[in-house]
């Protein structure tokens, strides 16, 4: 998605009503980490369902659900404290970690689905054989198997070169930013491995009596080369959230054309896009200091130049109150990526090594 003076990161909401809802939350929500639980519950998935195993979870029953849930978190962002007890407490460094404690949260507090239990282990003869996300139950009686996954993978295929149909679009050419995780083999771990645990003998033994109904909640964000729109694969689904990746050498040109304003965003803020509002309380590592202040595109480029890998940032503008909103976000990646993430993508499942994802 472009406008006059260059890409805008294209926003994933969920189907019919919550795209409304969720514009309207993100717009009024003050605390940084209701904003990202509201776009946990409303943003669009990333995929498509995945018969016959991977149906995809939804966190409302029906409508009047989903307007309780709004309501609750405006209640909320009111008085926040209690959150932000639990969240400082819990020390969160890891974005998956983050993005499964704010659920847990919605499922214990909101007014909808409520949780049985989470990180549910599943052992046979004292080895884990893995672990359930959410056990949930809903209004309704329906007792769910949620296994959640937040992902951001850039797109490595050639598609300046041969350009991708759909039929020919592959979910391999998405990978993880370090090039350590691949959105293929991602899906098939929670296809083949995850979403059928609750389903196995051994589970009877946990005390959770099913049966359980397995379902995914895959969120995140898929990154393209400014300028390219290839082809998604069957797998996608097209209203997923989409950002930009640039080279080194390409961000002067990229940047100047696109804004003034930037920021290096920390792991823990890659979920719902930023708002920087004067005396909202931050999510956790919100507060780090010179590293993530605004600064232009070159001072940027400076401080990110020592790492090694890829780097996630944002364009930001200034609304008419003063606030400062985010208009795109993207990677920096390093000049040898592009070649290094396009072999990493022609791998086959056997060069992985078996490796978990």
């Known amino acids: 998605m472009t406008d006059a003076s260059g890409p805008v990161a294209r926003l994933a909401v969920a189907p019919g009503p919550s795209a409304a809802m969720l514009d309207e939350l993100l717009d009024t929500l003050r605390v940084p980490a209701l904003r990202d639980l509201a776009w946990l519950l409303l943003s669009a998935d990333l995929l498509r369902a995945q018969p016959p195993v991977g149906a995809l979870a939804r966190p409302f029953d029906s409508q009047q659900e989903a307007n309780a849930t709004v309501?609750?978190?405006?209640?909320?962002?009111?008085?926040?404290?209690?959150?932000?007890?639990?969240?400082?407490?819990?020390?969160?460094?890891?974005?998956?970690?983050?993005?499964?404690?704010?659920?847990?949260?919605?499922?214990?507090?909101?007014?909808?689905?409520?949780?049985?239990?989470?990180?549910?282990?599943?052992?046979?003869?004292?080895?884990?054989?893995?672990?359930?996300?959410?056990?949930?139950?809903?209004?309704?009686?329906?007792?769910?198997?949620?296994?959640?996954?937040?992902?951001?993978?850039?797109?490595?295929?050639?598609?300046?070169?041969?350009?991708?149909?759909?039929?020919?679009?592959?979910?391999?050419?998405?990978?993880?930013?370090?090039?350590?995780?691949?959105?293929?083999?991602k899906l098939a771990h929670v296809l083949n491995h995850q979403l059928p645990l609750s389903a196995r003998e051994e589970f009877a033994s946990v005390g959770y009596a099913g049966p359980w109904t397995p379902q995914m909640f895959i969120k995140g964000w898929l990154f393209y080369r400014a300028g390219e729109t290839p082809a998604d694969p069957v797998e996608l689904d097209p209203s997923h959230g989409r950002g930009w990746w640039v080279t080194r050498n390409d961000w002067p040109d990229f940047a100047a054309a696109h804004a003034q304003t930037w920021r290096e965003l920390p792991r823990l803020e890659w979920l719902a896009p930023r708002r920087h509002e004067r005396g909202a309380a931050g999510t956790p590592g919100e507060s780090?200091?010179?590293?993530?202040?605004?600064?232009?595109?070159?001072?940027?480029?400076?401080?990110?130049?020592?790492?090694?890998?890829?780097?996630?940032?944002?364009?930001?503008?200034?609304?008419?109150?003063?606030?400062?909103?985010?208009?795109?976000?993207?990677?920096?990646?390093?000049?040898?990526?592009?070649?290094?993430?396009?072999?990493?993508?022609?791998?086959?499942?056997?060069?992985?090594?078996?490796?978990?994802?």
């Not at 499964?100 to 990180?119: D, K, M, N, S, Y």
């Not at 780090?288 to 605004?294: H, K, N, T, W």
């Not at 001072?299 to 890998?309: N, R």
Request: proline share 4%.
């Open 71 to 185: 309501d609750w978190l405006r209640a909320l962002d009111a008085d926040p404290a209690d959150l932000q007890r639990d969240l400082a407490a819990t020390r969160i460094t890891r974005l998956g970690r983050y993005a499964e404690r704010l659920l847990e949260w919605f499922l214990q507090h909101g007014p909808a689905a409520r949780l049985v239990a989470a990180g549910v282990p599943l052992r046979r003869s004292g080895v884990t054989l893995g672990e359930c996300d959410f056990l949930v139950a809903t209004q309704q009686g329906a007792r769910l198997h949620w296994e959640l996954a937040v992902k951001c993978y850039l797109h490595a295929g050639e598609s300046h070169e041969q350009p991708a149909t759909q039929s020919t679009a592959r979910l391999a050419d998405y990978v993880g930013p370090n090039l350590k995780d691949r959105f293929d083999l």
């Open 288 to 357: 780090e200091g010179v590293r993530f202040a605004f600064v232009d595109a070159q001072t940027l480029a400076t401080q990110t130049s020592h790492q090694h890998g890829p780097t996630m940032v944002a364009a930001f503008v200034d609304d008419s109150a003063g606030n400062r909103i985010e208009r795109s976000r993207g990677f920096i990646v390093p000049n040898d990526w592009p070649e290094l993430a396009q072999a990493y993508a022609r791998q086959s499942r056997e060069q992985q090594g078996g490796r978990k994802h």
